[in-house]
């Protein structure tokens, strides 16, 4: 496989891991064009961090083949691990040592001098907002800190291939924000980002090519106007003043959106699923839609617009949500 000639930074074919019964990885194709950020959705178990691991060379394959930069993780695992670097789900920080000597230690194993170690972990501390942190251990660090730790700890030196693994599930708002920052800052200097992730809206801010796993297969894979042209833009809620209206609101929105609008248990609620359309975005179509109500005299009382949900992307794709798989 010619991975350096084609451009891409990992290429994957029939990739194969399996745990005792479980085939956690069944038979992955990946094609991760390099300077990009290449995003792997799907729910608990799906066989992400199991994909990740072979491709930074903590794990054999058991089938299939793969490459970074066109070295093979098998055979080449030497200068496979040269180019990547990896943040974890069980990343390796160490919880007793501060911010700072975390990041010179790490800078130290690295090759870099006394002061080149000091200065890159200064740097990085201030990149991440960690500086009024970097004297603290690490194990009083709040979520949010911790995951940019990590993240500065795996960008020391600047890896060509940097695997991010469900880098902000379990963060707030703004600690995600800050996290997708790091990342976009990241991908600028020219590093190559696979993330994991279980949001598709972190796929859709970051990833420029979205691949979906449901129990170790890809299930859909396109860059996200592609996702989003077979999953459609989202969905729009709507909580009437007055429950008689609703017969009425139903026929505005069904003309208005151009999609089928369910009426849901609650009687002044209705709902409606956007199909994507290029050039008319899911926004502007609900405000056109909610001023048409409006000049119908309908009252509105609430009202959002919502991007699909991991859910709603697997309910599209194989007809279950993602609770029947882990039941599965
Ligand atoms: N070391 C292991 N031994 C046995 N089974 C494993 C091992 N690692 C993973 N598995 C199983 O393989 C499957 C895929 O796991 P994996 O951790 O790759 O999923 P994931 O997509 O990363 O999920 P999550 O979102 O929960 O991190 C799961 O069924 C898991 O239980
Ligand atoms: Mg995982």
Same mark, same amino acid.
């Given at each position: 496989m010619s991975t350096q000639a084609s451009g891409l930074a990992v290429e994957t074919a029939g990739l194969v891991k399996?745990? *005792?019964?479980?085939?956690? !990885?069944? #038979?992955? @194709?990946?094609?991760?064009? =390099?300077?990009? %950020?290449? +995003?792997?959705?799907?729910?608990?178990?799906?066989?992400?961090?199991?994909?990740?691991?072979?491709?930074?060379?903590?794990?054999?394959?058991? *089938?299939?083949?793969?490459? !970074?930069? #066109?070295? @093979?993780?098998?055979?080449? =695992?030497?200068? %496979?691990? +040269?180019?990547?670097?990896?943040?974890?789900?069980?990343?390796?920080?160490?919880?007793?040592?501060?911010?700072?000597?975390?990041?010179?230690?790490?800078?130290?194993?690295?090759?870099? #001098?006394?002061?080149?170690?000091?200065?890159?972990?200064g740097q990085l501390l201030e990149t991440f907002g960690l500086t009024d942190a970097a004297a603290k251990q690490v194990k009083h660090y709040s979520g949010g800190m911790r995951r940019r730790i990590d993240i500065a700890a795996s960008i020391l030196s600047t890896p060509d291939l940097l695997f991010l693994d469900e880098p902000t599930t379990g963060l707030d708002p703004r600690s995600r924000n800050q996290v997708w920052d790091i990342v976009r800052a990241v991908v600028a200097q020219g590093t190559t980002v696979l993330l994991t992730t279980q949001y598709l809206d972190e796929a859709d801010q970051l990833a420029s090519r979205i691949a979906v796993i449901d129990?170790?297969?890809?299930?859909?894979?396109?860059?996200?106007?592609?996702?989003?042209?077979?999953?459609?833009?989202?969905?729009?809620?709507?909580?009437?003043?007055?429950?008689?209206?609703?017969?009425?609101?139903h026929q505005v929105l069904r003309t208005a959106l151009a999609a089928e609008v369910q009426l849901e248990p609650d009687p002044v609620a209705l709902t409606a699923r956007l199909a994507a359309e290029p050039g008319d975005g899911a926004a502007d179509r609900a405000a056109r839609a909610l001023a048409e109500l409006s000049r119908a005299g309908i009252t509105v009382d609430n009202f959002s617009l919502g991007q699909p949900s991991l859910d709603e992307v697997f309910l599209a794709l194989t007809g279950h949500d993602t609770k029947d798989e882990v039941a599965a």
């Open positions: 399996t745990f *005792g019964e479980t085939r956690a !990885v069944d #038979g992955v @194709d990946l094609a991760v064009p =390099a300077g990009t %950020v290449y +995003g792997v959705l799907g729910p608990n178990g799906a066989g992400k961090t199991t994909t990740v691991k072979m491709l930074a060379t903590l794990l054999r394959p058991d *089938g299939g083949e793969a490459h !970074v930069f #066109g070295h @093979d993780v098998v055979r080449e =695992a030497d200068e %496979v691990r +040269g180019r990547v670097s990896l943040t974890g789900q069980y990343a390796s920080v160490d919880e007793d040592l501060t911010g700072t000597e975390n990041l010179v230690l790490l800078g130290r194993l690295l090759g870099h #001098g006394k002061k080149a170690a000091r200065h890159r972990a129990k170790g297969r890809v299930i859909a894979e396109g860059t996200k106007g592609e996702l989003k042209a077979s999953v459609g833009a989202g969905s729009v809620h709507l909580r009437l003043r007055d429950p008689d209206q609703r017969a009425e609101a």
